[in-house]
């Protein structure tokens, strides 16, 4: 297992994921000054947002089925690692783009996005 996400699974022999990128921001306030550098005050917790991205072909086209349908409910999701690292998040966005068409207009491969959210830890969440 990759990681789990909710209750679905990606897999390096099932729905695989090419990259797993975390971003991570710290929110100042800035107070501009004439004549001199900018000051800035720290005002909340960092934000982490991550991405998968990945590659479906011919047989797991319909892979993110059950995905698509946890995401709708826009509800934090606890993502879980193979190491054992877990936190809450929220699934923002998926994005698909299909490509390789059959003559008959069906396609071979599809590329996937996901933007999660981290809302807090697994263990602030569920006390």
Known sequence: MLCLIGDFQFTVDGTSYD???SNITYPFATNE?????DSYQSVGKEEQKDSI??????????A???FEKMAAKKEAVTIAFSTGA?????IFSISKTKN???KDGAYVKQSYSIELVKVGT???YNN
Not at 33 to 37: A, E, K, N, S, V
Request: no cysteine; charged share 25%; proline share 0%.
């Open 19 to 21: 990259s797993f990128t």
């Open 33 to 37: 000054r004439i004549g001199d550098y």
């Open 53 to 62: 991205a990945g590659v479906l072909i011919a047989k797991s086209m319909r």
């Open 64 to 66: 993110l089925d059950d």
């Open 86 to 90: 877990a936190y809450s998040v929220l």
């Open 100 to 102: 390789l068409f059959l």
């Open 122 to 124: 697994w263990d602030e």
